[in-house]
T-cell receptor
Framework: NAGVMQNPRHLVRRRGQEARLRCSPM?????VYWYRQLPEEGLKFMVY????????ESGMPKERFSAEFPKEGPSILRIQQVVRGDSAAYFC?????????????FGSGTQLSVL | SQQGEEDPQALSIQEGENATMNCSYK?????LQWYRQNSGRGLVHLIL?????REKHSGRLRVTLDTSKKSSSLLITASRAADTASYFC???????????FGKGTKLTVNP
């Protein structure tokens, strides 16, 4: 049973380009969370999605960032017109059930570097 | 601001010693979880303790929760070099479905 799969593992973009980060949850999981981590920092919540629905996007910047979790296929975190400040590790996590503070299974992350 | 704050920020011990990390939080919670992160990797769930529980054990791990003081501690007994990692507490706020993480304690276990 494969774990949470994220790709790419490393992504380099120039300022102004778009970044697309993909996350396939664990088999049987329909809840996906995206977090961002800066060096030596904890994880900052960005967005929580279920299939075809955004449940909580309170941590997402209002501009340039969007997320989706379509009926078929992986969840996508999209960052348009990237800036240097977007450089960070982006982690996806999934859970089996909807609930308050369910145990999360994390992917290995995508390290985004903006030149 | 962070909901959970771990203390200390960094801890260095010798193999075989016990390691204690603390976490304080600000608001009412449903549960509190501890995760571990090896350098450059994703987080791995260690243990979950519910708000009506006071202590929980899992192998060499012992977690306590004091809701009156809004604090939790993670004890790793008989530490090993392989325990070297960052440890994060995460809280599920009352009424919220998302986990909020602290900044972590960086543990180094010297062989």
């Amino acid at each position: 049973n494969a774990g949470v799969m994220q790709n790419p593992r490393h992504l380099v973009r120039r300022r102004g380009q778009e970044a697309r980060l993909r996350c396939s949850p664990m088999k049987g999981h329909s809840h996906v969370y995206w977090y961002r981590q800066l060096p030596e920092e904890g994880l900052k919540f960005m967005v929580y999605l279920q299939k075809e629905n955004i449940i909580d996007e309170s941590g997402m910047p209002k501009e340039r960032f969007s997320a989706e979790f379509p009926k078929e296929g992986p969840s996508i975190l999209r960052i348009q017109q990237v800036v240097r400040g977007d450089s960070a590790a982006y982690f996806c996590a999934s859970s089996q059930n909807q609930g308050f503070g369910e145990k999360l299974f994390f992917g290995s992350g995508t390290q985004l570097s903006v030149l | 601001s962070q909901q959970g704050e771990e203390d200390p920020q960094a801890l260095s011990i010798q193999e075989g010693e016990n390691a204690t990390m603390n976490c304080s939080y600000k608001t009412s919670i449903n549960n509190l979880q501890w995760y571990r992160q090896n350098s450059g990797r994703g987080l791995v769930h260690l243990i979950l303790i519910r708000s009506n529980e006071r202590e929980k054990h899992s192998g060499r791990l012992r977690v306590t929760l004091d809701t009156s003081k809004k604090s939790s501690s993670l004890l790793i007994t008989a530490s090993r070099a392989a325990d070297t990692a960052s440890y994060f507490c995460a809280t599920a706020l009352d009424g919220s479905e998302k986990l909020v993480f602290g900044k972590g304690t960086k543990l180094t276990v010297n062989p």
